[in-house]
Every structure is written in structure tokens, then in C-alpha cells.
């Protein structure tokens, strides 16, 4: 008999016959690998997100942050050179990793090479089952530029503040050429659940926070829209 290789043992699509299925919050079930639009709500996002941490979980303050947090932060970012911003756009902004918290997990991009092509047409699947629960709209090169920027600057400032990255490993090892801000751009949201500048919020307190900048924006899109 030919013993087993690793590759025997690997799970793809292909060769499993159970499917992701993940039991939210709110009772309702995903299929992580075919999602449809309407299979979570907006509650049990802002909760997934809220548990889903970045920068490895790594973090030098008590807690680690979570993508609900950092969203907001790329948010506010593209907000400060942009205040104007149409709502459709900061939902895009809002929403970008939405996928994560779906998964529950945000892999660093280097990572994503090495989980390869099945990874990435998951994360797409769930990107776009999002985009179509949202009408998210779709990003011009300029705009897809300057969403990358704001977020590049989250990250850096989120290294720098969060994780304690010195600024030549952000630049080196990070390769994120972008300066850290040295200002909180959340710290308004931040001193009114009595946490410090960059400090990561509890996960009931960012996903709170998240939500209700997710129902702003969609009905300030509605408006606009006359819906």
C-alpha cells in the first residue's frame, strides 16, 4: 500500500465533502465558500471584525487591535485629506476588510503567497458577497490610489504606535514608505470610552463604535441616493 503524502492530507475544495459552514451571532449560517449576500447581518460583522485582530494579535498595549479599529482608522485617514468624501466612497473605506471579519482572520499580505490560489478565491468569494450586500462601488485607479495611501499610513501608524515597530524597521523590514501619523484621528471616538491615544478598544466597545458609523454612512448613501 503507498503510504500518504502531505499533499494527500491537505483539504481543498476539491477534496473535502464538508463545507465551512460558521454559526453567527445572530443565528444565521455562512458558508464561508459560498456566501450569499444576505447571510450574516450587520450586527454579526461588526462583531466578527471586533474579533478579529491585527498585526498577529501582537500589540503593546493590554489588548491587541482589532480590524473593526483599523478600519475606522483608514477611514478617518482618507477623511483628512478628503472631508468631503461621498458616503458611497468611506463606505468602501469602512468596509474594505469586511471579508475578515468574516473569516475571523486577517493574514498579513506577505502571507498570502505562501496560503496560495484557494485562499485567495475565498477571500475574494466573501469580498465579493460584501460588495453586493453594500453596493460598494467600484474604484477608479485614482481612488483605488488613494484608498491604498490612506491605508498604508494606517498600517504605519498602527506599527509605530500599536506594535512599537522603530521607523527603519517600518521602512525596511515593513517597507511602508509612508509616514506614521503622530496624531490619533480617532481620539475624539477614543477619549469618550475613556482610552489614550492609539490604545486598541475592547472588542464590545470597537464594534459598537463600528456599527453605528455603518448605518450613518448607509443612510447618508440612501439620502443621496433618494432611496
Not at 82 to 111: K, M, N, S, T, V
Request: net charge negative.
Amino acid at each position: 500500500m503507498v503510504g500518504r503524502t502531505y499533499e494527500d492530507n491537505v483539504m481543498t475544495p476539491d477534496n473535502t465533502s464538508q463545507r465551512p459552514f460558521v454559526l453567527l451571532p445572530s443565528g444565521r449560517v455562512i458558508d464561508l465558500a459560498d456566501p450569499s449576500s444576505d447571510s450574516w447581518s450587520d450586527e454579526d460583522l461588526a462583531i466578527g471584525l471586533s474579533h478579529t485582530y491585527r498585526w498577529g494579535g501582537h500589540s503593546r498595549w493590554p489588548r491587541p487591535l482589532t480590524v473593526a479599529q483599523h478600519s475606522l482608522t483608514v477611514l478617518a485617514v482618507r477623511r483628512l485629506g478628503e472631508p468631503d468624501l461621498a458616503p458611497g466612497a468611506c463606505l468602501y473605506e469602512q468596509l474594505h476588510d469586511a471579508e475578515e471579519g468574516l473569516l475571523g482572520f486577517d493574514c498579513i499580505a506577505p502571507l498570502k503567497a505562501f496560503l496560495g490560489a484557494p485562499f485567495a478565491a475565498l477571500s475574494a468569494r466573501l469580498t465579493s458577497a460584501v460588495t453586493r450586500r453594500y453596493d460598494l462601488p467600484t474604484l477608479d485607479a485614482e481612488n483605488y490610489r488613494r484608498h491604498k495611501r490612506a491605508d498604508r499610513i494606517a498600517a504605519a501608524s498602527e506599527a509605530r504606535h500599536v506594535t512599537a515597530w522603530t521607523p527603519a524597521q517600518i521602512a525596511a523590514t515593513l517597507q511602508l514608505t509612508e509616514q506614521p501619523l503622530t496624531h490619533d484621528p480617532l481620539l475624539a471616538a477614543a477619549e469618550a470610552s475613556g482610552f489614550a491615544a492609539w490604545e486598541p478598544w475592547p472588542a464590545d466597545v470597537a464594534a459598537a463604535v463600528w456599527l453605528d458609523a455603518l448605518l450613518i454612512l448607509i443612510e447618508a448613501r440612501n439620502g443621496e441616493h433618494g432611496r
